[in-house]
């Protein structure tokens, strides 16, 4: 059972179906009552209001970030034995460092992913989602997430981390589903079967680093390699490679989903789509209201450092914490309505879903940019498009990553 500071139980079950429908609404009754509780089931400290939310985030002194990429799931040993059998060795990968390292590495690693930056690929993502629709438009139906929002968003995660496009074509079949090993609740042996893929991208990600140190080429790994070439010890071979590997994996479903969630939400509104297909300067704002009414990334999670108090509640040093963007996004202390889906709504921005304060989302820009310019293009090419009525949404059990595994529409 769950122990919280009133001493009512505070039920949270972070792959329960309540929550994967409706993550905000499950945590409702915290963010009124509760807003900070131990889980002892999960081990965690659940805190759900914007405000702590953001003060764990941006207190690097205070809370470590070092366990972002652990397993919620513990992995079973034969799980682990696979991933070893391909050497596989997870480092460092900015997200889960800390200061001063972590400011270090991110100064010299971040101009390539900054907006003037991935501004300059606006033209390639651009056909590349034209010809994605090209190859269904005249259909008159199609998944969204089989026919645009998986392949898209991983084509343009290896652009940008300066993949040459023959490897292009090779490695985004490779592509797999990070967020569940991370953040899911596989079994035993859909943990190996993961482990496989994990090991498979790891080898292939050692081979792309290597083709570019041989090959210069522009990216955020081309910057990692000159940067590793001038300070060996800032940025070491197993460096790149947990790069190359974890980039493509930040850059993928994260931004796939938030995509899925957008399509999901926007045509379900009446006259929203017809309304940005004749003003496609409401796209902008449209992205950040998706971005906070229904997240991609739900959670993240921090350890604290020292014994910390939040939210008025004491959390001894070593407590691991659950920040809950996902209800942090529906705090009516921040978002008057929270659950009225506004594409207008002034404040959108603010949302939590990139993080906030030193870690927060160095691929931020290049997200917004790929979700602008699929909403561009599909709202002109497909004008009538609608959901196809009566589907279900149906979402992996997933604590954090959150995106409808289909999305069907017709027109
Ligand atoms: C909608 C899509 C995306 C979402 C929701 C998202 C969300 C996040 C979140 C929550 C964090 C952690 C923030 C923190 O600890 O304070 C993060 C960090 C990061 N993201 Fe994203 N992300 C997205 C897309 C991308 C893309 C496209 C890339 C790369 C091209 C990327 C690269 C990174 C990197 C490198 C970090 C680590 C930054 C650091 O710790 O200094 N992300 N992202």
Redesign the pocket.
């Known amino acids: 059972m769950t122990q919280t500071q009133s001493g009512c139980p505070m039920s949270f079950d972070p792959f329960g179906e309540e929550y994967q429908q409706d993550p905000a609404g499950a945590l409702a009754a915290a963010r009124a009552h509760e807003p900070v509780f131990y889980s002892s089931e999960l081990d965690y400290w659940v805190v759900s209001r914007y405000a702590d939310i953001k003060e764990a985030?941006r207190d690097t002194r205070a809370y470590s970030?070092a366990i972002?990429l652990d397993p919620l799931t513990p992995l079973a040993p034969e799980a682990r034995e696979r991933l070893a059998s391909y050497d596989f060795a997870p480092g460092p990968v900015?997200?889960n460092e800390d200061p001063p390292l972590?400011l270090r590495r991110?100064k010299e690693l971040a101009p390539p992913?900054a907006a003037d930056e991935v501004a300059k690929l606006e033209g390639r993502i651009r056909d590349l989602v034209t010809r994605y629709i090209d190859a269904f438009a005249s259909r008159g139906h199609a998944d969204m997430v089989d026919d645009l929002l998986w392949e898209v968003p991983a084509i343009v995660?290896l652009l940008?981390a300066g993949v040459p496009d023959e490897d292009v074509e090779r490695a985004r079949h490779y592509t797999i589903k990070m967020g569940l090993f991370t953040w899911g609740k596989p079994s035993a042996e859909h943990q190996v079967e993961i482990a496989d893929q994990v090991g498979r991208w790891w080898r292939l990600s050692g081979e792309l680093v290597d083709r570019l140190k041989r090959e210069p080429g522009r990216g955020w790994v081309p910057r990692a390699i000159e940067v590793h070439r001038q300070d060996p010890e800032l940025v070491n071979d197993n460096h790149l490679q947990n790069m190359m590997m974890s980039?493509l994996v930040?850059?993928h479903e994260?931004?796939t989903n938030?995509t899925a969630n957008a399509l999901r939400h926007l045509l379900a509104e009446p006259g929203v789509w017809q309304a940005l297909g004749e003003d496609p300067s409401l796209i902008p704002n449209a992205v950040e209201e998706c971005?906070r009414y229904s997240?991609?990334?739900l959670c993240?999670r921090r350890t604290a450092v020292r014994e910390v108090v939040l939210g008025g509640v004491t959390i001894p040093a070593g407590g691991r914490l659950l920040l809950v963007?996902g209800s942090g996004n529906h705090d009516e202390r921040v978002f008057p309505d929270p659950g009225r889906f506004d594409i207008h709504r002034p404040n959108a921005k603010r949302h939590l879903?990139?993080?906030?304060?030193s870690?927060?989302?160095?691929?931020?820009p290049?997200?917004r940019l790929e979700m602008r310019i699929i909403l561009e293009e599909l709202t002109r090419r497909l004008p009538g498009m609608r959901l196809v009525p009566g589907q279900e949404f149906t979402y992996l059990p997933n604590a954090s990553f959150h995106g409808p595994r289909h999305v069907l529409t017709e027109w």
């Open positions: 985030f970030a972002a900015l997200v972590h991110r992913l995660g940008v980039g930040a850059a994260t931004t938030a971005l997240s991609s990334v993240w963007i879903t990139f993080g906030v304060g870690h927060n989302c160095m691929g931020a290049l997200a």
